[in-house]
């Protein structure tokens, strides 16, 4: 399908330009710290009104400024306006305008050439009966590989891990629209399990992308530990201490999973206290949108201020089930610690749900 | 020297007190180039410079800087003005306050709270919050609405019948003038004062255009224990302000009344349409919707409503909305702010046309008469009807600040002008009718100098004042003083 240009949003432009509500800003994640309104989407959304109208033109400098958005659709969760699309939109403008992000292009270059993303350390097989897309980042953290695939197996999920290539989320979220239609064609070529008629996944990024740019019928596989969960019973020890959920942002807001990973927490017999900013209003931990790759200074704040909305419950940890908001949010743990002397230990549903499992 | 020249160097200065907190760059300024009020789309106001100030010291040598080269100072907050208040209209240095947002103290004691004037009021009462207290002045922006904002723009207050305005809050700010001096006036943490003149008071609608507030101390209460909404369909405009009076003459404890004609229930509903699917049903006789907060002790509350229920049903004919998934509707719209994700209200509303509204003030035996005015005048300037909201905003009883709001075609320049001459006959029919010409939205870069017409020679006295503070006029120059929109004859 071909992408929309920028032009196509003329609509939901002009009519943020309506608005200007506000909604979206005093919430972003990314405002907060970069403090300009040019950081919002309604100021994102005007500087796009420039673009269509002829009076801005792509740069370096708008490049870096759209390069400072996680896409974690807070704003679009409390506006009526597809905002992602129109941001996304921009940086392609970016792309097409000569002016991409040097690492943002090295890093399509790598999933062209390589099929995937990152440096790949392990490299499961299972041949089960339910596939199963690892995705990038999993095959990078081998011990967290080994604890989710554990875990399903002893809820009698029996995974089939095939040939995979990188979703290219990245690919499409940064801009270069014409490279993902390779990377797409790429993933078809080698992935043998598209009939399927179900798909799990363990990251909720690759979940949404299969699922949207796909079409492919995915479910994230805490859905079907919790189902499985509730039909089976005794087979956890309780662990007894009080955590709050970070939803992550695409398994969370775009995916509108919820219910099953409290369910879950629940179930293990822990606590759950509830952020003030949560499920379609949680705020993201600052690893999404390849901010990461392009300002980690900006990306360990925005996870700093999310450990503190956590502190600020008095809970042992944080849980969630994200390969990306785990390792960032644990990052800007260590620094609120280092500020605040509290330490307020990240741990993944996967890492919880393995202690408790009886065996 | 040429103004170019001058921004330059007035930028070099900046960029040594605030470092990456200031600006030149058109992407940056593009972001800045609009507020809330009606304009045609070529209609961009880029300011020069941006700064971001993060204390008072600051914003003071900000200011010295403006003012020796004469460069225009604009303060920019929630941008969500409806009047032009906030846009660069001579360009110059746009502050984005927004930087100034700490809270400086929460005096339980004194049921105080002190606070950079940068910080939001929904920010402000989350912390609150935490302490059993809450800000009163809740405009229906305040998601992006800062405290400086409200004092600039004296914009409404959904409690405002029970707390009153921003001002019956502010007990002393703290302004930056346009002299570059910062000065705290008002009464400390006293409620009132009666030495000295009312500084204070100047602050409250100045729209930025006698300095930067940068700080305010203001009056917490404690949160209520409940609060119930309740609607009542009037069978006359008049109705709901008689109905109220009579009510607060009984001796009830209301916190907040609004009342709605047909066309504005709509408007106010539709996070009740998102939910249910369907459009509110009211009886035909129906001309009016007045509704009613009420809150406190959960006993006190429900004498309360009913008392006001057999009132309005015994004493005006009206009847009580039965079905409360409606009123609780129009509470998500006024306060709550509570929509389905991803269908929040005011985009969806503004698709085609934009929100416009002439926010006069009128006496409130003239509501009925106002409101046939409104209707003529809107068609007159083939304005489409949104609908007429009366906030009542004096504590304790009725008064009229009113909504008389349209969709304004902002597609060309002539649409957009056609709607300012409507706001032009409006605010005439106002004062015609012994009124004001606005109750919450200002002068903005859409009165001034028209507002003569309310002010006669008392506007003279207000250019005077705007001089002992802004001896340079560099303080949102024209604002007030000069409109873009309406001829002063």
């Given at each position: 399908m071909k992408e929309k240009s920028l032009k196509d949003y003329a609509e939901d432009i002009y009519t943020c330009n309506r608005s200007r509500c506000g909604f979206c800003r005093e919430q972003c994640p990314v405002y907060h710290v970069m403090a300009y309104e040019t950081y919002s989407c309604r100021g994102k959304i005007l500087v796009g009104r420039g673009l269509i109208e002829g009076t801005l033109s792509p740069s370096r400098e708008m490049a870096q400024i759209l390069d400072h958005?996680?896409?974690?659709g807070l704003c679009q969760a409390r506006c009526a306006l597809h905002n992602l699309d129109i941001v996304t939109s921009m940086r392609r403008e970016m792309v097409l305008g000569g002016v991409p992000t040097p690492v943002h292009r090295e890093n399509v270059q790598r999933i062209l050439t390589e099929g995937r993303l990152l440096d790949a350390r392990a490299a499961p097989e299972r041949e089960g009966q339910t596939p199963l897309y690892v995705g990038c980042v999993y095959r990078t953290k081998p011990r967290e590989l080994a604890t989710a695939l554990s875990v399903l197996e002893r809820l009698d999920i029996h995974p089939l891990i095939a040939d995979e290539t990188c979703c290219g989320y990245i690919v499409e979220a940064t801009g270069f629209a014409k490279e993902f239609e390779a990377v797409q064609e790429q993933f078809k070529k080698t992935?043998?399990?598209?009939?399927?008629p179900e798909i799990l996944t363990l990251c909720p990024t690759c979940t949404i992308t299969l699922k949207e740019k796909y079409g492919l019928p995915v479910k994230h596989a805490i859905v079907v530990v919790a189902e499985q969960l509730h039909k089976k019973q005794g087979i956890v020890k309780p662990l007894g201490f009080r955590a709050t959920y970070h939803d992550p942002c695409h398994l969370g807001?775009?995916?509108?999973?919820?219910?099953e990973p409290r369910e879950i927490l629940r179930y293990l017999g822990i606590q759950l206290v509830e952020m003030e900013n949560n499920r379609y209003f949680s705020t993201c931990c600052g690893g999404g949108g390849g901010v990461n790759a392009v300002d980690p200074g900006l990306s360990i704040e925005i996870a700093k201020n999310r450990v503190r909305d956590a502190i600020r419950l008095g809970v042992e940890i944080i849980t969630t089930v994200c390969p990306t908001c785990e390792p960032t949010l644990l990052r800007g743990a260590g620094r609120v610690s280092n500020e605040i002397d509290t330490f307020i230990d990240v741990r993944s549903l996967w890492e919880l749900l393995d202690d408790a499992l009886v065996d | 020297m040429n103004q170019k020249k001058i921004t330059e160097k007035a930028y070099g200065q900046l960029r040594k007190i605030l470092r990456d907190r200031v600006t030149l760059s058109a992407i940056h300024r593009m972001a800045y180039s609009r507020d809330w009020s009606p304009r045609y789309r070529e209609m961009n106001d880029l300011p020069d410079i941006v700064v971001i100030p993060r204390d008072t010291q600051e914003m003071v040598r900000i200011t010295k800087v403006a003012y020796r080269h004469e460069i225009p100072l604009v303060p920019f907050a929630g941008g969500t003005g409806m009047g032009g208040g906030a846009v660069a209209w001579k360009g110059g240095i746009l502050v984005e306050?927004?930087?100034?947002?700490?809270?400086?103290?929460?005096d339980e004691e004194n049921m105080t709270a002190t606070v950079q004037a940068g910080i939001t009021i929904e920010v402000l009462n989350s912390e609150l919050a935490r302490h059993r207290l809450w800000l009163p002045h809740q405009p229906e922006s305040k998601r992006a609405c800062t405290i400086g904002a409200s004092i600039g723009c004296d914009n409404d207050s959904t409690f405002g019948l029970r707390y009153g305005k921003i001002l019956d809050c502010l007990l002393n700010a703290v302004i930056v003038t346009g002299r570059a001096e910062a000065i705290r006036v008002g009464q400390r943490k006293a409620s009132f004062s009666s030495t000295g003149y009312k500084l204070l008071d100047l602050l409250v609608a100045s729209e930025g255009t006698l300095g930067t507030i940068t700080e305010a101390t203001l009056r917490i209460v404690p949160l209520p224990e409940v609060r119930e909404v309740r609607g009542y369909v009037c069978r006359r405009l008049n109705d709901t302000a008689r109905g109220l009076e009579r009510l607060l003459g009984c001796g009830l404890a209301i916190e907040s009344a609004h009342a709605n004609c047909r066309n504005r229930l709509h408007f106010y509903t539709h996070s009740y349409r998102e939910k249910y699917g369907r459009e509110p049903q009211l009886p035909e006789w129906a001309d009016a919707i007045l509704f009613l907060s009420f809150s406190g002790d959960r006993d006190i509350v429900a004498f309360n409503v009913d008392k006001a229920t057999r009132i309005m049903i015994d004493e005006f004919k009206a009847e009580p909305i039965g079905e409360q998934e409606l009123v609780e509707g129009w509470w998500d719209s006024k306060h709550r702010l509570e929509f389905i994700p991803f269908k929040q209200k005011w985009p969806v509303s503004q698709r085609q046309k934009k929100f416009g509204a002439a926010d006069l003030g009128l006496p409130i035996g003239r509501l009925e008469e106002g409101y046939h005015r409104y209707l003529e005048i809107a068609k007159k300037w083939d304005q489409e009807i949104l609908g007429m909201t009366i906030y009542?905003?004096?504590?304790?009883k009725a008064t009229a600040s009113i909504s008389f709001a349209v969709f304004v075609d902002d597609s060309s320049q002539e649409a957009v002008r056609k709607f300012y001459r409507y706001v032009r006959e409006m605010s005439e029919m106002a004062i015609e009718l012994?009124?004001?010409?606005?109750?919450?939205?200002?002068?903005?870069?859409?009165?001034g100098g028209f507002n003569r017409l309310e002010h006669g020679p008392g506007l003279t006295y207000m250019r005077r004042i705007k001089r002992i503070f802004d001896p340079k006029n560099i303080m949102n120059p024209r604002k007030k003083f000069q409109s873009r929109w309406i001829d002063s004859d």
């Open positions: 958005c996680l896409l974690c992935y043998q399990q598209l009939n399927a807001r775009m995916l509108g999973v919820f219910e | 306050t927004k930087g100034l947002n700490g809270i400086l103290e929460i009542n905003e004096s504590p304790n012994d009124g004001t010409m606005s109750t919450y939205i200002g002068d903005g870069d859409r009165l």
